[in-house]
């Protein structure tokens, strides 16, 4: 006979289970071969000092589940069952470790992230209370796939008022993403295109329409933006761009290039760009610079809008504004779809901007921002002097750093991890990023104005260890 380790205190599982569990685990290792016989209810029961009911419960489990086959007054037996083949394991073996967590660091100079403590839980929460309040019966129903009216409404006004961005709301899709929002656009324009992208530029999007088997083009940017000229040679005829604050070189395309990417569009009939408005909201210099469809005359531009940036990333609603003839498209072939962003945060953004708090926070935190900007910018020159130039300061939340340097970009952001310093590279932003100069993007919504100081001063350990301990560089 065979020991079967039955615990009579696991609460859990009861002994029948147990008995079950093990017969199970023997017949599909192939420990017990076909035909074997299993000793009879009376013996077992005897043997393990249990019940006889418990040992017929698991016989009977395990023929019901085909383990085990009965013969006329013989008793049980092993069925025949071919062997489970375990194949490979299906996860690599976990030898790389965890990125760790933005909490690990010190100090982050991210690009991507907000400030989520001067978020105003309190009026979020009350315009989520007022949403729940305001109709149970409306969280049973699924919005329209474009997203909830109301919400839509709610952004038509505000784009206006903040981006110049004029369209009605039947323009407007609500999307968790705003890769979610161009695959769909994708979709409704089309097959055989081709987008051509800025380099260096936002990869992600890049990779998105390469692994879904679009044909992408790189084109360069400058201290201006897309370099509109490039375009005169290129194949594609969907471009999509960053003007107001090129990702990552946080350049401003002036009017002269957006005029010239527009007439680029209208040579031909089937031509489109797409405008990714990511971080505009906040602008330190002079007034805010209208988006690029605001510019736009022939209905060409579908413009892409996020709460990513100006609320927070966690809460997953971004927008397009489909020029009319798009939005025609969507409606009679997007029936099928499911909106993926969430209702009930859906209808508290709406409340959120239609009481004026989301144009307050933005007021407030371009203030708080262009304070950690300004600082932070000249707690650089003290510290990095003529090592280091800053390019793309005049909006959004990142700006980039050069450092004049003879090391490498991977050693910098070594020292820098080594150091507890979240702290990205331009390499991020390259198809070939092996190529990437000493070039650091500096986000600093992160950052707390008590903190610069110090913080920077270990960007400078992570940048120059040499010169460290040298006393304070002019
Ligand atoms: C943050 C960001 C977005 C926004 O993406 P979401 O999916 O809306 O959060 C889009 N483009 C760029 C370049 C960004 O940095």
Redesign the pocket.
């Known amino acids: 006979m065979f020991y079967i380790p039955i615990s009579r205190h696991d609460k859990v599982s009861p002994i029948y289970k147990q008995i079950y569990q093990w017969f199970q685990q023997e017949i599909l290792s192939g420990r017990f071969s076909a035909n074997t016989q299993l000793p009879s209810k009376r013996s077992l029961a005897e043997t393990l000092s249990v019940s006889q009911n418990s040992v017929l419960s698991a016989y009977m489990q395990l023929h019901a589940e085909g383990y085990i086959y009965t013969a006329e007054r013989k008793g049980y037996f092993v069925e025949r069952l071919e062997p489970l083949s375990l194949g490979a394991p299906s996860l690599p073996a976990a030898n790389e470790p965890a990125p760790p967590s933005a909490r690990d660091y010190t100090y982050s100079f991210s690009?991507?992230s907000v400030d989520a403590f001067r978020f105003p839980f309190k009026q979020w929460r009350k315009a989520e209370q007022a949403a729940a309040d305001a109709s149970l019966d409306s969280w049973c129903d699924i919005d329209p796939p474009a997203g909830a009216e109301r919400l839509r409404t709610a952004i038509s006004y505000s784009v206006r008022q903040m981006r110049g961005v004029e369209c009605r709301p039947e323009q407007i899709i609500i999307g968790a993403?705003?890769?979610a929002l161009l695959q769909l656009l994708v979709h409704l324009l089309g097959p055989d295109r081709s987008y051509a992208l800025e380099d260096p530029g936002?990869q992600r999007?890049r990779l998105l329409l390469e692994k879904s088997g679009q044909r992408t083009e790189l084109l360069p940017v400058d201290r201006h933006g897309l370099q509109t000229k490039a375009l005169q040679n290129t194949a594609s005829d969907t471009v999509i761009v960053?003007p107001s604050h090129q990702?990552p070189l946080g350049s401003i395309m002036p009017v002269s290039r957006r005029i010239q990417l527009l007439n680029w569009c209208y040579e031909k009939a089937d031509r489109y760009i797409i405008e990714?408005d990511?971080?505009s909201e906040f602008r330190y210099e002079g007034d805010m610079i209208p988006a690029l469809q605001s510019l736009d005359k022939q209905d060409r531009v579908v413009y892409?809008g996020?709460y990513?940036?100006s609320l927070l990333?966690g809460l997953?609603i971004?927008y397009m504004v489909l020029p009319p003839a798009l939005a025609a498209a969507f409606q009679k072939e997007g029936t099928h779809l499911i909106q993926t962003a969430s209702s009930l945060h859906q209808q508290t953004l709406a409340r959120f901007i239609e009481t004026g708090e989301y144009r307050k926070h933005v007021r407030r935190m371009s203030r708080h921002y262009g304070e950690i900007r300004e600082l932070l910018i000249h707690e650089i020159h003290q510290v990095f002097g003529s090592h280091a130039s800053i390019q793309g300061e005049k909006s959004g939340l990142h700006f980039l750093l050069h450092v004049q340097t003879k090391d490498s970009l991977a050693s910098i952001l070594g020292r820098a991890a080594a150091g507890k310093l979240e702290l990205y590279g331009i390499d991020r932003f390259m198809k070939y990023p092996d190529q990437a100069p000493p070039t650091l993007v500096i986000g600093f919504a992160r950052l707390e104005k008590a903190s610069l100081p110090e913080a920077v001063r270990a960007l400078h350990r992570a940048c120059f260890p040499s010169l460290e301990g040298s006393g304070r560089l002019t």
Request: charged residues 20%.
């Open positions: 690009h991507m993403s705003t890769q936002y999007i960053t990702m990714d990511y971080d892409m996020t990513s940036k990333p997953r971004s």
